[in-house]
């Protein structure tokens, strides 16, 4: 997995697999899932990432909390 930040449009991306994306979904919640031709999640992005505290640009620190997710 990758992770990237870009701190002008204040997005965190997670790379799950480096394959194109060929549909996303935009969650509840500024959550964008990119997924694969396999269906299968390629990305997620995070809008407003500062806001939710999961970075502080000024720092370059990432917080990342994870919950059990199985993937079907």
């Known amino acids: 997995m ?4 870009d701190i ?3 997005v965190l991306i997670l790379i799950i697999r480096d394959e194109p994306p ?3 979904i935009e969650e509840p919640g500024g959550v964008i899932v990119s997924y694969g031709e ?8 995070f ?3 500062s806001a939710r ?3 502080r640009p ?3 620190s990432v ?3 994870t919950k059990n997710v199985a993937m079907v």
């Open 38 to 45: 396999d269906r299968q999640p390629v990305s997620v992005e």
């Open 22 to 24: 060929v549909d996303a």
């Open 58 to 60: 000024d720092e370059f």
């Open 8 to 10: 002008e449009a204040d």
């Open 63 to 65: 917080t990342l909390q």
């Open 2 to 5: 990758k992770i990237k930040y």
């Open 47 to 49: 809008l407003n990432a």
């Open 53 to 55: 505290k999961l970075i």
